[in-house]
């Protein structure tokens, strides 16, 4: 039972607490609350008191008639945090006061760096500070610092700086500018990190080169986590003993380093020390964790979303998004999708050449023979053979949303249709992504469940799978267990997760709304009778949505399928969407799109 009043302890309550989280998610409109920590503790009785696991039934679905109908929620402008740039408003709290702290300290790092000038505040959250600045100078450019609130050092922004590294010279990712670029020394890698305490693997020792997508004839010989406890039952006691093992050298690690620092500041203080230390850097003194990214001018799909909503514009002749808009746009959102797959600076044909040669200072573009590539951007491609599969990654988003989806210009120099009127769009925030592995134990999928924001969680996270996997309640051996890796649903993260996500970010901007919730489960009546059992609402089943092309409806219905098995591979969306944006549909005219993106994107 868990201890009265406080947050769920130890693996197995947080397993329940998990279970009752997401049955209410999977059937009430208004889930938020019982996600925050307060309501959790203060409903114990509701989650501790789950008889998991339950009994294993024939259909694991959810009853469609528990489930609450959706509620349309239609994007309107919304001011989550008052602007730091402007006097502290009446009653402005700490978390204001902690924002406008760091971006002075930011800002402060930048005072070393010639020619550098501070723009405006993009935004802050609970985790990171975003700001825009300005690189003077022949050739002029805005970039973006994101900071930790917490301190100079974190171990968040390290992470998701490896993860961008990934995805370096990705056309539709976004990415870093590197520090010689502006001016900032390199910083040498951080050895003090403390180890994840579900994964008894080293992440630190892969340059993510290495593929472990389960394809290959070697990795199907690999034994099972199941398996290999058969075998040896005490392998598992022995890899936890050595990995908790790492844990405590780290941390004590850490805590020298820190008794350092203090020892440093104390002298400093005293006066014995007088200059700043400048001797051999072994604890890494001076460490400034901030991640310098690429600016894109035209915001966001969310502000998008919100300006497509608005009264004036609703009140033109056509206000949805032509189609030709939405299949450039699922385009970009496929690809992607294949970044993460098929990273291009490991995968492209043309990684290997120098920038083509730029004309009127517009990068250009070389789509002769295999590859495409603008300027220094790869654009991604899956390859014509299966040869390649079995070395793809297994590297999961975690949170595609509006928010996170943003729109740069078009492509002066092309040739084809792709990019030539309509913008291309970038996936940013690699905060939560994450390579992850198979034939893990049961606490690393868990974990891995909260990953990500309301409305957009995939049925691998939200299933009630989860609640049927026969684990012994309370038992120390469940969390190390092989059972989830074994599900063919719940916690199998991996590309189809991705392509999910990207099917609801283009649900939304088919339907004007966010997010449906709770997610809908379609009956398989009508237009969904020959699908997969899916989550796709309203577009094959209300009129107000039948300009928009059948294909496209037909396709993002099938990518919001429940299974993972079920959803269209990355390779078949891809041959899909790039003959698709050369459909031609009746009024979308190329000056009707140039209108169109000039009045609902630039002038935005």
Same mark, same amino acid.
């Given at each position: 039972m868990a201890n009265a009043g406080g947050p769920p302890q130890g693996w197995w309550e947080k397993w329940q607490a998990s279970s009752f989280q997401f049955w209410i998610y999977r059937m009430s409109r208004k889930p938020y609350q019982e996600f925050r920590r307060r309501e959790l503790e203060a409903r114990i009785p509701a989650w501790a008191q789950r008889p998991l696991p339950y009994p294993k039934p024939v259909n694991r679905r959810v009853d469609i008639a528990d489930v609450e109908p959706m509620e349309p929620e239609y994007p309107s402008p919304t001011a989550y945090f008052p602007n730091i740039d402007n006097p502290p408003p009446a009653g402005a709290g700490r978390h204001f006061y902690k924002a406008r702290d760091t971006r002075d300290r930011v800002l402060d790092w930048f005072t070393v760096v010639p020619n550098v000038a501070f723009v405006k505040t993009l935004g802050y959250g609970g985790m990171g500070i975003a700001l825009r600045l300005r690189k003077e100078g022949a050739s002029p450019f805005d970039f973006v610092v994101k900071a930790s609130l917490s301190s100079?050092?974190?171990?968040?922004?390290? @992470? =998701?700086? +490896?993860?961008?590294?990934?995805?370096?010279?990705?056309?539709?990712?976004?990415?870093?500018?590197? +520090?010689?670029?502006?001016?900032? *020394?390199?910083?040498?890698? #951080?050895? #003090? /990190?403390?180890?994840?305490?579900?994964?008894?693997?080293? /992440?630190?020792?892969?340059?993510?080169?290495?593929?472990?997508? =389960?394809?290959? &004839? &070697?990795?199907?010989?690999? %034994?099972?986590?199941?398996?290999?406890?058969?075998?040896?039952?005490?392998?598992?006691?022995?890899?936890?003993?050595?990995?908790?093992?790492?844990?405590? @050298?780290?941390?004590?690690?850490? =805590?020298? %380093?820190?008794?350092?620092?203090?020892?440093?500041?104390?002298?400093?203080?005293? !006066?014995?020390?007088t200059h700043r230390y400048t001797g051999p850097d072994t604890w890494d003194e001076n460490r400034r964790d901030i991640i310098c990214l690429e600016f894109c001018e035209n915001g966001d799909l969310a502000t998008l979303l919100t300006k497509i909503n608005d009264d004036k514009w609703l009140q033109r002749d056509r206000p949805n998004v032509p189609n030709r808009v939405l299949w450039s746009f699922w385009l970009c959102l496929v690809r992607a999708c294949t970044a993460m797959l098929f990273p291009p600076r490991k995968f492209h044909p043309k990684r290997k050449l120098g920038d083509p040669r730029p004309f009127n200072r517009h990068p250009a573009v070389d789509n002769a023979g295999e590859g495409k590539r603008v300027g220094h951007d790869l654009f991604e491609e899956v390859g014509r053979d299966d040869s390649r599969w079995w070395r793809a990654k297994r590297h999961v988003h975690f949170d595609i949303d509006p928010q996170n989806i943003l729109i740069t210009g078009i492509d002066v120099m092309t040739r084809d249709n792709e990019h030539k009127i309509i913008p291309r769009?970038?996936?940013? /925030? #690699?905060?939560? $992504?994450?390579?992850?592995?198979?034939?893990?134990?049961?606490?690393?999928?868990? +974990?891995?469940?909260?990953?990500?924001?309301?409305?957009?969680?995939?049925? @691998?996270? #939200?299933?009630?799978?989860?609640?049927?996997?026969?684990?012994? *309640?309370?038992?120390?051996?469940?969390?190390?267990?092989? =059972?989830?890796?074994?599900?063919?649903?719940? !916690?199998?993260?991996?590309? $189809?997760?991705?392509?999910?996500?990207?099917?609801?970010v283009l649900w939304q901007l088919m339907t004007r709304m966010?997010? *449906?919730?709770?997610?809908?489960?379609?009956?398989?009546? !009508? $237009?969904?009778?020959?699908?997969p059992d899916n989550f796709c609402p309203l577009l094959l089943d209300d009129p107000a949505y039948g300009y928009i092309d059948i294909e496209l409806r037909?396709?993002?219905?099938?990518?919001?399928?429940?299974?993972?098995? /079920? %959803?269209?591979?990355?390779?078949?969306?891809l041959l899909q969407a790039k003959t698709c944006i050369n459909k031609r549909f009746a009024g979308e005219t190329d000056a009707f799109i140039r209108t169109w993106i000039q009045e609902a994107i630039y002038d935005a």
């Open positions: 100079a050092e974190s171990q968040d922004i390290r @992470e =998701e700086a +490896n993860q961008l590294r990934k995805m370096n010279r990705a056309a539709h990712c976004i990415q870093t500018i590197p +520090n010689a670029r502006l001016g900032l *020394p390199e910083q040498q890698r #951080f050895l #003090f /990190d403390i180890p994840p305490n579900d994964d008894s693997s080293d /992440d630190g020792q892969s340059s993510g080169d290495d593929s472990i997508y =389960e394809q290959s &004839a &070697a990795s199907r010989e690999r %034994r099972t986590r199941r398996e290999i406890i058969e075998q040896d039952p005490n392998w598992m006691r022995r890899r936890t003993r050595a990995h908790r093992a790492r844990i405590a @050298e780290a941390k004590d690690l850490v =805590e020298r %380093r820190q008794q350092e620092f203090k020892g440093r500041k104390r002298r400093r203080r005293l !006066g014995w020390i769009l970038k996936l940013a /925030d #690699f905060g939560l $992504a994450k390579v992850v592995k198979p034939r893990k134990r049961n606490c690393y999928y868990r +974990n891995l469940r909260h990953r990500g924001k309301l409305g957009h969680f995939a049925p @691998e996270q #939200f299933c009630m799978d989860w609640d049927y996997i026969p684990l012994v *309640p309370g038992s120390a051996a469940g969390s190390e267990g092989p =059972e989830v890796s074994e599900e063919p649903i719940a !916690g199998n993260y991996g590309p $189809a997760m991705n392509v999910w996500q990207i099917a609801i966010w997010a *449906p919730m709770p997610p809908q489960l379609q009956p398989k009546i !009508g $237009a969904h009778a020959r699908l037909r396709t993002i219905a099938r990518c919001m399928a429940y299974d993972p098995k /079920d %959803r269209p591979d990355v390779r078949s969306l």
